[in-house]
Structure formats: structure tokens, C-alpha cells
């Protein structure tokens, strides 16, 4: 039986989300907008909705096979998917192998400098705040999660880290970072959002050439190819 869609519970720069007839599912609907450095940089990229839905659907699936529960229920159609109903914590939650991005600048590392083990970091959702970076004691204190539940995702986002790093390598891709949420459901922690190239950095692993949403944000151009790319390689 195919959900129908009722209100509109929220729209973020990315998605909408919808309320369902069941109380405990969403449908989630992808958009081409895109968005960088909070908001400042607004475009839009073709095609972004279905890469988007296609690839989370698919990294959702492969997470499941290896025991990771994930937000994800079933597509609908090329932009829209149905998933669980979660109270979002409101942490982003970025694992990093190679450094990029933030942590290159603020470190004053070189762009593509391997870590020899994965770093985890954890960055306040607010957007009055610019997303700030806050550590286990700030999540703590701030109670945006009790400590079993941070210690549940840290092991969560390291086992994700090494299935989706091997997944990409196959396909030639190197997975140089990504951004995870996490929100509570039925008294456990589940993996929600996305997962595409909005949220990850993926280099082809023979010509470092970056194939993720830093085309946009630095005008690289290839933006809607680079995205199809990923996509194509995703689901080969
Ligand atoms: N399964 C889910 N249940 C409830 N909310 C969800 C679920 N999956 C994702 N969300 C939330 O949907 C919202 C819309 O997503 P989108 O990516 O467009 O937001 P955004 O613009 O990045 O803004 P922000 O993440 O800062 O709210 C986000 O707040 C996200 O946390
Ligand atoms: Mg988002």
C-alpha cells in the first residue's frame, strides 16, 4: 500500500518532509535546490532530487545488510522516500579519513592529507549559530543526548564509516568525509537524512578529481555530471 501525503511538517534547504496517514513514517522529498557556507550560496543543480533519493535509498539498504538500523522504509518515486518518523538529535555528526574542507583550514592541513585513524566530530544543528563544533561534554551538558546514546552513535558512525568506505572503493571512489544525523525511534538510536553527495566528500580514487558538492561550493563546474557520476556508480 502506497503512503499518501499530508502536511508539510518541515522544509530545510534540501528536503521536504511530509506527515503520512501513520504516525510513525514520513515521506521524505528531495529537492535540485542547493545551498553552501550557511546559506550564503544559493543555486540550484538538475537532477540533484533523484541523485539524492536513489543514492540514500541504495547506502540505506547496504547499511540494513550490515546491521546498521537506518530511518529508510522504501522509495516512491525518483525524488521521494518513505521512512521512519524520527525526533531528530540535533548533532551533526562528520567522520573524517582524509583531511578537507574545515578541518584542513583549521588545523592548516594540506587538502588530502591521510589520517591514519578516522576522526569523528560533532557539530551543534543551528543554523542561528552557524553549526557550531561542540565535543561529548557539550552534548553532555547541553543534554542533547544521554552519554549511552553518544557512545551508541560514535560506534554506530565508525561501523557505517568502514561499510560505506569499502562500498566506495570498489566503485573507484574515495570517501574522503561525511556528515550523519541521528534521531530516536521506538526507545533505540537509527541512522536518519541523507546520505549522497551533499553530505560526502567522494574523490575518484584514480584522478583525486572531486565528484561531491565542494563543485558548487568552489565553482568547479561538472556539478549535475559529477553528481550523475556518483549516482551511476553507486547503483553499478
Ligand atoms: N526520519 C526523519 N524524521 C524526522 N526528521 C527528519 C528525518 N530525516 C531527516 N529529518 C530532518 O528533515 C529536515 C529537512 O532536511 P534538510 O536536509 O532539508 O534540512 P537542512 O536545510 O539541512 O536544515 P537542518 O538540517 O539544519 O534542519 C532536517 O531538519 C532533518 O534533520
Ligand atoms: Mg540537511
Given at each position: ?76 518515486d ?24 574545515g ?8 587538502e588530502g ?12 544543528k ?12 557539550h ?8 552519554e ?21 572503493e ?67
Amino acid at each position: 500500500m502506497n503512503p499518501t501525503k499530508g502536511a508539510l511538517r518541515y522544509e530545510g534547504k534540501a528536503k521536504k518532509v511530509y506527515e503520512t496517514e501513520d504516525q510513525q513514517y514520513f515521506i521524505v522529498s528531495y529537492k535540485t535546490d542547493a545551498t553552501a557556507f550557511d546559506g550564503k550560496k544559493k543555486g540550484s543543480i538538475d537532477g540533484k532530487d533523484r541523485v539524492n533519493n536513489l543514492m540514500s535509498a541504495k547506502l540505506f539498504q547496504v547499511l540494513e545488510a550490515e546491521g546498521i538500523r537506518t530511518h529508510f522504509e522504501k522509495v516512491l518515486d525518483d525524488h521521494e522516500m518513505l521512512v521512519k518518523r524520527l525526533k531528530i538529535i540535533p548533532v551533526e555528526v562528520i567522520v573524517r579519513n582524509l583531511a578537507a574542507g574545515g578541518m584542513a583550514k583549521k588545523l592548516g592541513l594540506e587538502e588530502g592529507t591521510a589520517l591514519f585513524k578516522p576522526v569523528v566530530e560533532y557539530c551543534l544543528k543551528s543554523d542561528e549559530l552557524s553549526d557550531p563544533m561542540i565535543n561529548e561534554d557539550h552534548i553532555a551538558v547541553l543534554k542533547l543526548a544521554s552519554e549511552e546514546e553518544i557512545t551508541k552513535i560514535k560506534e554506530m558512525a565508525l561501523k557505517i564509516n568502514e561499510v560505506l568506505r569499502g562500498f566506495f572503493e570498489k566503485r573507484e571512489l574515495t570517501l574522503v568525509d561525511f556528515k550523519l544525523e541521528f534521531g530516536r525511534f521506538d526507545g533505540d538510536v537509527i541512522l536518519g537524512d541523507e546520505i549522497s553527495p551533499d553530505t560526502c566528500r567522494l574523490w575518484d580514487r584514480k584522478t583525486g578529481e572531486r565528484l561531491d558538492k565542494d563543485r558548487f561550493r568552489r565553482d568547479l563546474g561538472l556539478v549535475e555530471e559529477s553528481y550523475q557520476e556518483v549516482l551511476k556508480r553507486v547503483l553499478a
